[in-house]
């Protein structure tokens, strides 16, 4: 595809020019990493034939909204003689193209910011707390996966367990456990259970803590009125 070849060839020099960075910023090289897995890669495996799936299990459901499904669908069908090839091709370029820049306007704009955000709180977590187990964000973000990929490449092993950010409608703040994996619902470590299901004055008495909000029954997020009070949440979750 005229649209693999050129991601591949001139990939660097694309994403630098579309968000304005040299070609030798660090953030160039991530993000032309993160655009072939979250979207060249897929379209090269269905350019070439190759299965999603093992041979041997067959999808639930068909899946015919994705980019590849609606180029293919600019091809001419069986039984049409009166097509313009050459103007359904550029339709199918201008299709690709969009979807490509739209994909990589978002991963620089919005997915990179976050990722910052994530390496700032690691960097700065044996300033929050003696066990580098506290992260807080400056602002609320989409931040597991990237603490995930990123205590990988870093070799982390004291891993964060709580997670504290602006609630961003107020001057609360929320604590959240750090789930075992991006998707699980498990948490490395809940919110203590003397604590789940409180709220306000309740919760505030049980914990022995001001200005609590709420912990949800299961212990994966809770808040507080305060950024202090979501820290001193996450010290006592870790001490007890």
Not at 162 to 188: H, K, T, W
Request: charged share 30%; glycine share 6%; net charge negative.
């Amino acid at each position: 595809m005229h649209l693999l070849f050129h991601s591949r060839h001139f990939g660097k020099e694309i994403i630098a020019k579309q968000l304005d960075l040299s070609k030798e910023n660090p953030s160039v090289e991530i993000l032309y990493q993160k655009m072939y897995k979250n979207f060249v890669e897929a379209l090269d495996g269905i350019d070439n034939g190759i299965s999603q799936y093992p041979q041997d299990i067959a999808p639930k459901y068909e899946e015919k909204t994705g980019l590849a499904a609606r180029v293919g669908r600019l091809n001419p069908w069986w039984n049409q003689t009166d097509v313009d090839i050459d103007s359904r091709f550029e339709q199918a370029m201008e299709l690709a193209g969009k979807e490509f820049i739209d994909r990589l306007r978002f991963l620089g704009l919005a997915w990179l910011p976050a990722r910052d955000l994530v390496v700032k709180a690691l960097d700065t977590r044996f300033e929050i707390h003696n066990s580098g187990q506290i992260l807080i964000l400056d602002s609320p973000c989409p931040w597991k996966e990237h603490l995930f990929e990123i205590e990988k490449e870093k070799a982390i092993e004291d891993k964060p367990l709580y997670v504290l950010f602006p609630d961003g409608r107020d001057e609360s703040y929320r604590i959240q456990a750090v789930p075992v994996s991006p998707n699980s619902f498990e948490s490395r470590r809940p919110l203590p259970e003397s604590w789940r299901g409180y709220r306000d004055s309740e919760l505030s008495e049980r914990s022995q803590i001001e200005g609590c909000v709420f912990v949800h029954h299961s212990g994966f997020i809770g808040g507080n009125k305060t950024k202090d009070g979501a820290l001193q949440m996450a010290i006592k979750a870790l001490e007890l």
